[in-house]
């Protein structure tokens, strides 16, 4: 039952990605006034160099892009679920001979235990299975390597949080619900109740072996950056 779900979600996430690339670059950063680049450029300079990168959910891999500027000589693998996106990736980034892409899922990462030097999340970890995801992460990463998270947030204060669901579920639904499938949209309320407060994603990941060494929180928390080595 587990499989199948995990595989309906992916069908769904590839399907609404998809539909998005030509406008997604240009509606991450028009609804950020352009900070998405900053807090990636942030995430990134918190982790140190690396062999190998893997950036999951690598979208149209901007992220990719940005990890190559900083370390030209690491190696970097992005991996999404969306076909659509991953095109976009290649041709972002057809002038880096170390950047390599791939259709597969972050709870099962086509690399070998332990050969990884650095894992990076842009706007995806709240879309996994969190237990599956931090197992996986963990598998691949080698000891001492790091993880980088820059995603949506719970606030500190509740209070914000209930507004967003609020202006989410009650106030943008009939909107996204003529853009995208009642079953997509919500694919994304569900991603903003599955989001953590830092301090949440922080004990949660101590599980899994993880020591956090950085976080910053942007846009009244609702934005975190985390990152964690692996003990």
Do not use: C
Not at 36 to 49: A, D, L, T, V
Not at 122 to 140: C, G, M, Q
Not at 183 to 195: A, G, L, R, V
């Amino acid at each position: 039952m587990e499989e199948k779900m995990k595989g309906k979600n992916e069908k769904i996430a590839a399907k609404i990605f998809d539909s998005v690339v030509k406008t997604y670059d240009t509606f991450l950063n028009s609804t950020t006034f352009g900070a998405i680049n900053r807090w990636q450029r942030e995430m990134i300079n918190n982790i140190p160099s690396a062999d190998l990168f893997i950036d999951i959910g690598t979208g149209t891999g901007e992220v990719v892009k940005k990890i190559s500027e900083t370390y030209p000589e690491s190696k970097i693998i992005g991996i999404d679920v969306s076909e659509g996106m991953l095109k976009k990736a290649v041709e972002k980034n057809k002038n880096n001979k170390n950047s390599f892409f791939i259709k597969a899922s972050a709870l099962e990462m086509p690399v070998k235990t332990g050969s990884v030097g650095a894992v990076v999340s842009s706007l995806t970890f709240r879309h996994l299975d969190p237990e599956k995801a931090a197992e996986e992460i963990n598998r691949v990463l080698k000891k001492g390597g790091y993880l980088g998270i820059l995603d949506i947030a719970k606030p500190k204060y509740d209070f914000i949080y209930r507004l967003v669901l609020f202006f989410a579920d009650k106030l943008f639904r009939p909107i996204g619900t003529k853009i995208f499938s009642k079953e997509e949209y919500d694919y994304f309320m569900e991603s903003i109740q599955n989001s953590k407060k830092p301090s949440q994603l922080k004990e949660f990941l101590k599980k899994y072996s993880f020591e956090e060494v950085y976080q910053s929180s942007k846009v009244l928390g609702m934005i975190t950056i985390s990152i964690f080595r692996k003990k």
